[in-house]
């Protein structure tokens, strides 16, 4: 192995699922081996099967929509708000020199830690389980789209002055396009932020959804079902994850040219 | 006939990193271009010949002095002053084909006016078949003549450029001074662009130049003020010429003084 070397696409492939295969295996091992309880850690198949029943008998798959339907909605609205604040703030120094002490201190506030007040003003419903999402990404991706909007390269501005462009059309002609891949970057890793909050969200206060699930199970020692809510989450996570790997080259190929 | 281009008591100086007295980068300059002409700006590095083209540009402001384009003070950049610049500034999420149609679209130009302006443009700098390519899928010498295109596509009066080939290896070089020289030579002499040429390269300030301005190290201030004796159309073959290496030889002794007294100023 040398330092930074690629490796081939296959390979990479196969080294992944080794990985995963080799996790499960340990599991296997430490479980059926009778080295870990069965109290404390159930064994992968017991896992699956309890999902099984789970998805088919106990509508599970209701829970799964009710989460994704609320990361998803608590995201969008984090987005929708913070897209025009962050390009805002990156590219009009004055409106970042307003906005952006405050928000660097907000962005530290814990979202979960809001979720007592959540409840007392929004109640139990799913306007406690948005707010929560939104708290938790909406300040980071204002601080993190202001970065990569102010970073814009000084000369491409400037070409585009010279070629006549507006103040305006500089922030809608190079600020916006040349961040665009960067900003979509940042939605994907603040998505997967937004995962551990409603998990939070609905361990507190919740009559739906897999973090509900997860505190039911606890009160009866169900670690099948318990893993298996969290591999949910997992498995979802990497598909959003791959989907927006997907959707970025897709949409802005020029970005991955010369990697 | 007033002059096209008026460059009255021009200076800039830059306000210090820390404490202490402001840098002067360019002292109080007079220079008048006339409508039609190339003229190249030849000094060493930090001499602030590219802080006046700035200057021109409208992308830097004087502390003294003004700049009047056609008899108006120029206050910001605009469309009438095209630019190329020395580092690569294509827009990298655009195509050649919509690089070279930013100022047209800017303009709001009908798209299928744009295109064919565009493509007009493209062939003219021997990019023809490139059109879809992204800026990263091209060398650095098709880059700058993307932007060239771009710059003309725009129409401007003047077209300024910041040692646009000065990143570019020597033989890419010489092969885009004759692309820049055949393409404004092309044009009937009362129709050409107005060119500001900025250079450290005394060879293409003279190839190219029918005038060469010769600045001093910095604080810079111009220094020497010639017109080339050798008349357009010019094949690359005048390199080799009495006239050509006569100039020559008395540029670079100004500039080698320049330099020394530039290096003798940072010690």
């Known amino acids: 192995m040398k330092p930074l070397q690629p490796v081939a696409h296959g390979t990479r492939v196969v080294l992944g699922v080794t990985f995963f295969i080799l996790f499960t295996a340990l599991w296997a091992g430490v479980t059926f081996g009778g080295i870990v309880s069965k109290t404390f850690l159930a064994d992968p198949v017991q896992m699956l099967r309890s999902g099984w029943v789970l998805l088919t008998e106990m509508g599970f798959a209701k829970d799964i929509g009710m989460t994704v339907w609320r990361v998803l909605g608590g995201f969008a609205l984090a987005t929708l708000a913070a897209l025009p604040l962050g390009v805002a703030m990156g590219a009009y120094k004055p409106v970042e020199a307003f906005f952006e002490p405050f928000v660097s201190f907000a962005r530290y506030l814990?979202?979960?830690?809001?979720?007592?007040?959540?409840?007392?003003?929004?109640?139990?419903?799913?306007?406690?389980?948005?707010?929560?999402i939104f708290i938790g990404s909406f300040f980071q991706l204002v601080l993190m789209i202001a970065v990569v909007v102010g970073n814009t390269r000084r000369d491409l501005v400037e070409a585009a002055y010279t070629l006549g462009a507006s103040d305006?059309?500089?922030?809608?002609?190079?600020?916006?396009?040349?961040?665009?891949?960067?900003?979509?970057?940042?939605?994907?890793?603040?998505l997967g932020w937004a995962w551990t909050y409603v998990i939070v969200a609905e361990l507190i206060g919740a009559s739906s959804g897999i973090g509900h699930m997860i505190t039911d199970s606890q009160a009866l020692l169900a670690t099948d079902q318990i893993i298996f809510g969290i591999i949910v989450i997992g498995v979802i996570g990497l598909v959003s994850d791959l989907g927006f790997k997907w959707a970025n080259r897709r949409l802005f190929p020029w970005a991955l040219l010369g990697r | 006939m007033s002059p096209f281009l008026t460059i009255r008591g021009v200076s800039r100086s830059f306000a210090p990193t820390s404490g202490g007295a402001p840098t002067l980068a360019l002292q109080a300059t007079d220079l008048t271009v006339a409508e039609n002409d190339f003229i190249t700006i030849l000094g060493p590095?930090?001499?602030?010949?590219?802080?006046?083209?700035?200057?021109?540009?409208?992308?830097?402001?004087?502390?003294?002095?003004?700049?009047?384009?056609?008899?108006?003070?120029?206050?910001?950049?605009?469309?009438?002053?095209?630019?190329?610049?020395?580092?690569?500034?294509?827009?990298?999420?655009?195509?050649?084909?919509?690089?070279?149609?930013?100022?047209?679209?800017?303009?709001?130009?009908?798209?299928a006016e744009q295109l064919e302006l565009a493509q007009g443009f493209i062939r003219k700098v021997g990019l023809t078949g490139f059109e879809h390519h992204f800026p990263k899928q091209l060398s650095g010498g098709m880059q700058q003549r993307t932007a060239l295109a771009r710059a003309l596509a725009n129409g401007p009066r003047m077209l300024l450029m910041d040692e646009p080939f000065g990143a570019l290896d020597h033989q890419t070089r010489e092969l885009m001074q004759e692309l820049l020289l055949g393409i404004w030579e092309g044009d009937e002499a009362t129709a050409r662009k107005t060119v500001m040429f900025v250079t450290h390269d005394i060879d293409e300030a003279v190839f190219m130049g029918s005038r060469v301005v010769v600045m001093s190290a910095r604080p810079g201030r111009i220094k020497l003020d010639r017109e080339v004796p050798i008349p357009h159309p010019r094949h690359y073959s005048v390199k080799t010429t009495p006239a050509f290496t006569e100039l020559k030889a008395e540029l670079m002794e100004q500039v080698r003084t320049e330099v020394l007294a530039a290096q003798a100023a940072m010690v």
């Not at chain 2, 590095?45 to 700035?54: A, E, I, Q, W």
């Not at chain 2, 002095?65 to 108006?72: I, N």
Request: charged fraction near 20%; include cysteine.
């Open chain 1, 110 to 132: 814990p979202a979960s830690a809001f979720i007592p007040l959540l409840i007392l003003w929004a109640g139990i419903g799913e306007a406690q389980k948005l707010s929560v």
């Open chain 1, 168 to 190: 305006a059309g500089i922030v809608r002609r190079v600020l916006i396009p040349g961040a665009a891949p960067e900003i979509f970057e940042i939605l994907r890793m603040v």
């Open chain 2, 45 to 111: 590095s930090g001499c602030g010949k590219s802080t006046l083209l700035r200057i021109v540009a409208g992308l830097d402001h004087p502390s003294s002095g003004e700049v009047q384009l056609a008899g108006k003070r120029i206050e910001g950049p605009g469309a009438d002053r095209g630019m190329v610049f020395q580092s690569y500034t294509l827009f990298p999420w655009l195509t050649v084909r919509d690089n070279v149609c930013f100022g047209l679209n800017e303009r709001g130009l009908p798209r």
